[in-house]
């Protein structure tokens, strides 16, 4: 499930990397300028892809994946310290958060669960940019990313006898050391009434903290002698009979086994160093309104990936996320 997201993210920055190459070369001979400092306060919408795959009592593999809109808020800001040398501060966060249905899938049993999602996600960077050419620059510094999901109106499915869960929580917090490559037209021409920029980026962890509230799982059920109880299919209709008597409306079930719900305890854990990787692109256009404002558009691709973390008993899934942004807002330069 984690390689087309990422195949699709690593062909985003090979084409912005290609882009930025055709475009600087045409704008090489362009009149230099310094620019100095700027803000940018934008608001636009995300699409979230979240996926996790994971191992259940069984031995036996699940993956859950699930794709919801959020609306987002994003400010960041330029500061020019020489014609060489500035750095970005950004932040961004849920305004609001939308929700989808998630499917539990077992390599077995097909579809066991199904649950109502929530995701939200934050950021803040701190990155310095080393200008080594006028436009292209080099950025590298911390990211600190956030991501909370709830999951409510779980509920078991399929094979498994219908009952409603509670609701699980998870907050996830990480620093992130991250690398980068950029080109802002805007620092070649400070006065071109229609800009452009391109970049991409890739980063790792260096410290995770992730607390979640516990989690219901599934379990087969077994006998006193320790075999695991295996249940003959039988008619599930509601009771409704046709004219000749027999039942309608009904489902069959096949043979089965049976399971149970096992509820775990929350866990807190932390973890320094490795365990996964993100990647990103990003690019968009500035419409110039005055010496002081203009407007500006951007699209923007992440990619991250976390291994499973694992402290004495406790072990948190392999989680993916894929998000995709469109922002709108206004530039002030100052």
């Known amino acids: 499930m984690r390689a087309q997201p990422l195949r699709c993210v690593v062909g985003l920055v090979a084409c912005s990397f290609l882009v930025l190459c055709c475009f600087s070369s045409a704008l090489a001979s362009e009149e230099k300028g310094y620019r100095g400092s700027f803000t940018t306060l934008g608001v636009g919408v995300e699409t979230v892809t979240y996926q996790e795959k994971t191992r259940l009592r069984d031995g036996n593999p699940v993956e859950t994946d699930t794709t919801l809109v959020n609306v987002v808020q994003r400010s960041a800001g330029y500061t020019g310290v020489s014609e060489r040398f500035g750095f970005y501060l950004e932040t961004l966060s849920s305004l609001s958060t939308g929700t989808d249905q998630e499917e539990w899938d077992h390599s077995v049993a097909g579809i066991i669960q199904t649950n109502e999602m929530k995701v939200q996600t934050s950021e803040f960077n701190l990155l ?19 991501l909370n999901f709830t999951r409510s109106d779980v509920r078991t499915s399929n094979q498994v006898q219908n009952a409603a869960l509670g609701a699980v929580s998870e907050d996830s917090f990480s620093f992130v050391a991250e690398l980068g490559y950029r080109y802002d037209s805007s620092f070649v021409r400070p006065k071109q009434s229609l800009g452009y920029h391109l970049g991409a980026k890739a980063s790792f962890p260096i410290f995770y903290k992730v607390y979640n509230s516990g989690s219901a799982e599934l379990q087969r059920q077994v006998d006193a002698s320790g075999n695991y109880i295996y249940q003959t299919g039988h008619n599930a209709a509601d009771g409704h009979v046709d004219a000749d008597g027999y039942l309608t409306d009904g489902v069959y079930e096949e043979d089965h086994y049976v399971t149970e719900i096992v509820h775990s305890d929350p866990v807190d854990l932390e973890k320094f160093g490795g365990g996964g990787y993100g990647l990103g692109a990003d690019a968009g256009v500035t419409w110039r309104l005055n010496d002081k404002f203009s407007l500006h558009a951007s699209v923007e691709f992440v990619h991250k990936w976390r291994d499973e973390l694992k402290e004495n008993n406790y072990t948190l899934p392999e989680v993916t996320v894929t998000i995709v942004r469109g922002l709108g807002g206004l530039v002030w330069n100052f």
């Open 128 to 146: 310095g940019a080393y200008h080594v050419r006028p436009g292209h620059m080099v950025t590298a510094g911390l990211d600190v990313f956030s």
